[in-house]
């Protein structure tokens, strides 16, 4: 098989996917920290004040739910970096790769989403990946 051209592979898509990818890894590594760390998170946590602290009226998930959304979003993270990698080094593969990357970054809504922009640029960068037609 023949080199590819910087011209035949996707770029915008990778670019869009990898970031997004990494905002999406990050959030759920924040997700992690604020879970592990309950005085820190929920309005008004660790004060104990008239909502009772991180439990209490305004506590949010709580434990088990936040631990599960910041793993599912870790997971999405890692798998969208994977596809945006694997988009650029296989062009030829884009339909099945964009899927990936498109399926896990809404997938990863169910958590912050990578402060929601990362989910977003990971949707577009999915999309442009089911849409690029190669020269």
Request: charged share 5%.
């Amino acid at each position: 098989m023949a080199a590819q051209t910087t011209n035949e592979k996707v770029v915008v898509p990778f670019i869009l996917s990898l970031v997004g990818g990494l905002l999406i890894l990050v959030g759920g590594g924040m997700m992690v920290g604020f879970a592990r760390f309950p005085f820190f998170g929920g309005m008004m946590g660790g004060y104990y004040g008239m909502m009772s602290g991180y439990y209490g009226l305004m506590g949010g998930y709580g434990g088990g739910w936040f631990y599960a959304f910041s793993v599912i979003e870790i997971i999405s993270g890692i798998l969208v970096l994977i596809g945006a990698i694997m988009l650029y080094n296989e062009p030829s593969r884009e339909y099945t790769w964009g899927i990936l990357i498109l399926v896990f970054s809404v997938l990863s809504f169910f958590g912050m989403g990578g402060f929601m922009l990362g989910a977003l640029l990971g949707v577009v960068g999915g999309v442009l990946a089911l849409t690029w037609k190669s020269t």
